[in-house]
Nanobody, 125 residues
């Protein structure tokens, strides 16, 4: 059974930093799969934030977070991270991690098939 749990969200002021964590259960839930982070703000569609391949050798980011966010992973801990710096009010959203399938790294097309419960990030001005 696939189970993902996110943590690390909170309420911060603009310019602050947060590190989100996503830990999977089982021996291959995270470590053997491409992983991604997505976010959804109230009244808006879910959007892609960042992705990392199974080994950590390839990463991809949405233009809105390039230079500020960094995705990484520690397969020994079955965990993927999202380091978020220089946070802005527009980053406010519920953040989800997901197992990805059929990733297209050239076109930056990523599809999540298994999702965590989400962790809330709120950035005040």
């Amino acid at each position: 059974q696939v189970q993902l749990v996110e943590s690390g969200g909170g309420l911060v002021q603009a310019g602050a930093s947060l590190r989100l964590s996503c830990t999977g259960s089982g021996r291959t839930t995270v470590s053997s799969n491409d992983m991604g982070w997505f976010r959804q703000a109230p009244g808006k569609e879910r959007e892609f934030v960042a992705a990392i391949n199974w080994s950590g050798g390839s990463t991809s980011y949405a233009d809105s977070v390039k230079g500020r966010f960094t995705i990484s992973r520690d397969n020994a801990k079955n965990t993927v991270y999202l380091q978020m710096n220089s946070l802005k009010p527009e980053d406010t959203a519920l953040y989800y991690c997901a197992v990805l399938v059929g990733s297209s790294w050239s076109s930056k097309s990523f599809k999540g098939i298994y999702w965590g419960q989400g962790t809330q990030v709120t950035v005040s001005s």
